[in-house]
């Protein structure tokens, strides 16, 4: 059985999913032989970017609601709290996969940045 060549990337995100599945950890069977810590940090990437995402999300919207005034005093106090003990949760796993802030951000090409 051929291999196909390899293409080029082009997207930086995508670069980096390339990395997991380069020309060497395909064997001649077609499988894949991933590497299970990759993987593991390449999901763990993926989820929690998406939920700080969603984090970047919530903040905007809490300001949003705040500027507004339609929180009470209590409501705004509670929505800080949450959105702070969710960020430092974020940050912590961050550290727990040894990701960097910036691995986070990922590029979207002519979209730009994620965050």
Not at 12 to 37: C, P, T, W, Y
């Amino acid at each position: 059985m051929q291999l196909p060549e390899q293409k080029i990337i082009e997207s930086h995100a995508m670069a980096d999913f390339a990395r997991v599945l380069d020309a060497d950890s395909i064997q001649q069977r077609g499988r894949l032989n991933l590497d299970r810590e990759k993987v593991r940090n390449g999901l763990g990437q993926l989820v929690l970017t998406l939920v700080k995402l969603l984090h970047e999300l919530l903040e905007r919207q809490a300001v949003r609601r705040m500027e507004a005034g339609s929180l009470t005093d209590q409501q705004i106090e509670r929505l800080g709290t949450a959105l702070m003990q969710q960020a430092e949760t974020i940050e912590r796993l961050r550290k727990e996969f040894g990701l960097r802030e910036e691995d986070l951000n990922l590029n979207l090409g002519p979209l730009g940045k994620l965050l």
